[in-house]
């Protein structure tokens, strides 16, 4: 009986785990030994960015791999993957090539982060239909964008999915050891320079064209996967912030609201009905809805002064949006051609140098997972997140729509998509290298300097020495003056009653 802490859910499963040490330590006779050394190229997301929105990470439409084949909610794409395998069955004997892949379990294994609790055949089985599933779809991805490219740019976000990879190297072993012997037409289905297109369309940073060959393609994959090709491109590729918009509350969350609504309906009902003082309590009841009752109650609830919860805060890097930088420093962006790379300010120029970011449907699906890609793999080693430092960057200057706008209007941001629709993209990414210790960047020297010459601005200056000595004081003239405006009501309301004027100021 396994124990209830164990990740093996069964005796069979316990049985599978012990098979699979005895493999990954084979006698001398046995042949092959496995390379422990190794490192895991499908991973699960880590937490930290799961928590922020789980969505963008576990596939709508199509599970590939172990991790999501075989979830109950996806199994209706399982359809659509045989009808595809049986279009090519006439020439591949997949019943051959499942058995082919089987012999490849330890390898298979080792390709991913936490344990498969599968035995060695539905293993193979799900890697073959899913290998041969994603060949076709990138063979055919262009005429499927033109027939229907909302579903198919949903499928590209899924296939992009760091959870829903499949190795390279499975893929290959596939096509060029278990298609028989000869078979060219089969062989011809697996073409890198498809691999290479899809990343090329599907990016939202840019990757180069021209001078890839299928050997730079399949030198980027190797021990990797698609994903891990689309970071390898957008890397490779050469050629002071205020708060965002306060989302204001319903109507059906202020307390003060539901109180003031319930008591009018309370006083217009007995008004109607001809209670004496009704009609008194009514004229109160109406100078009291003219209270701003939501920023008396603000003001005495904890956390952001602009009624914001800090818990739904995403953090950013300290520096000024594009539309601040614009109106009051005269900082100006221009496009670059190249990847993140090309990245520059020139401070001589005031000129921020940018690289065109092309923004679609599933752009913020596809940079939340080379976001997770880069920091669960390291590619570039534990202190170096180039593809995370520039996503930080830009959704630090990204606030709103109009800084959407500006960069539009520089050429920096392509998309078909509206400036209301892109905003919240960078808005909700949240920062990758906050916590981590490196080595200082051309963004980071460039964040420093234009904090430096934003603080200069004259009107910054003056708005920061107002929020010092004005502000540090706000809300005690604010209760002071709501307080003298309910005494000044209570008191317009006591002289209706008892008629003021006639006693007191005779």
Not at 43 to 57: G, I, L, M, N, W
Not at 193 to 205: A, G, K, Q, Y
Not at 286 to 293: I, R
Not at 306 to 321: A, R, T
Request: net charge negative; aromatic share 10%; hydrophobic share 45%.
């Amino acid at each position: 009986m396994p124990s209830p802490n164990s990740m093996l859910r069964s005796v069979n499963s316990e049985e599978r785990w012990t098979t699979e040490m005895f493999k990954s330590f084979p006698a001398e006779e046995e042949g092959i030994h496995i390379n422990l050394n190794l490192p895991p190229c499908v991973f699960r997301v880590p937490t930290s960015f799961v928590e922020t929105k789980p969505d963008a990470y576990v596939p709508h439409h199509v599970g590939l791999g172990p991790y999501h084949h075989l979830r109950p909610d996806l199994y209706t794409a399982q359809r659509r993957k045989l009808a595809v395998v049986a279009k090519l069955h006439p020439r591949i004997n997949l019943r051959a090539v499942a058995e082919g892949i089987a012999k490849w379990e330890p390898f298979i294994r080792q390709c991913h982060d936490e344990y498969l609790d599968f035995d060695p055949q539905t293993l193979a089985w799900i890697l073959a239909v899913d290998a041969f599933y994603l060949v076709n779809f990138l063979n055919n991805y262009s005429v499927a964008t033109t027939n229907n490219k909302a579903e198919t740019e949903k499928l590209a976000g899924d296939v992009l999915m760091l959870e829903n990879q499949i190795p390279s190297l499975i893929i290959a072993g596939i096509f060029y050891h278990l298609v028989a012997p000869g078979d060219d037409e089969v062989r011809r289905l697996l073409d890198l320079e498809r691999f290479h297109i899809f990343c090329w369309d599907v990016s939202p940073l840019p990757v180069p064209l021209l001078g890839v060959g299928p050997g730079v393609v399949a030198e980027a994959m190797l021990e990797g996967h698609l994903l891990k090709l689309m970071y390898y491109f957008i890397v490779n590729c050469t050629v002071l912030r205020f708060d965002s918009p306060i989302c204001f509350r319903a109507h059906v969350d202020n307390p003060g609201f539901i109180l003031t609504e319930n008591l009018k309906k309370g006083v217009d009902a007995a008004a109607g009905v001809g209670v004496p003082g009704a009609a008194i309590v009514q004229q109160i009841v109406s100078l009291a809805e003219k209270v701003p009752w939501d920023s008396v109650f603000a003001l005495f609830k904890k956390g952001d002064p602009d009624g914001k919860s800090p818990s739904l805060l995403v953090e950013e890097i300290d520096i000024p949006c594009v539309s601040q930088l614009v109106d009051l420093a005269g900082i100006r962006f221009s496009v670059v051609p190249g990847g993140i790379r090309e990245f520059k300010y020139d401070v001589e120029e005031k000129k921020f140098y940018l690289p065109k970011i092309n923004i679609k449907s599933n752009s913020e699906v596809v940079l939340r997972n080379l976001l997770a890609y880069e920091a669960a793999a390291e590619p570039g080693g534990p202190d170096v997140l180039e593809l995370a430092e520039f996503v930080d960057f830009m959704c630090g200057i990204i606030d709103t729509p109009r800084d959407v706008e500006i960069l539009r209007k520089e050429k920096v941001i392509v998309s078909d998509l509206t400036d209301e629709e892109i905003a919240p993209i960078f808005n909700g990414i949240k920062r990758s290298t906050g916590n981590k210790e490196k080595k200082t960047t051309d963004i980071d020297k460039a964040v420093e300097n234009v904090n430096v010459e934003y603080g200069n601005v004259p009107k910054v200056k003056a708005y920061r020495l107002m929020k010092k000595y004005v502000y540090g004081s706000w809300k005690f003239l604010t209760v002071f003056s709501m307080v003298i405006v309910v005494l000044l009501l209570l008191l317009q309301a006591f002289c209706l009653v008892y008629g003021c004027s006639k006693h007191w100021f005779k």
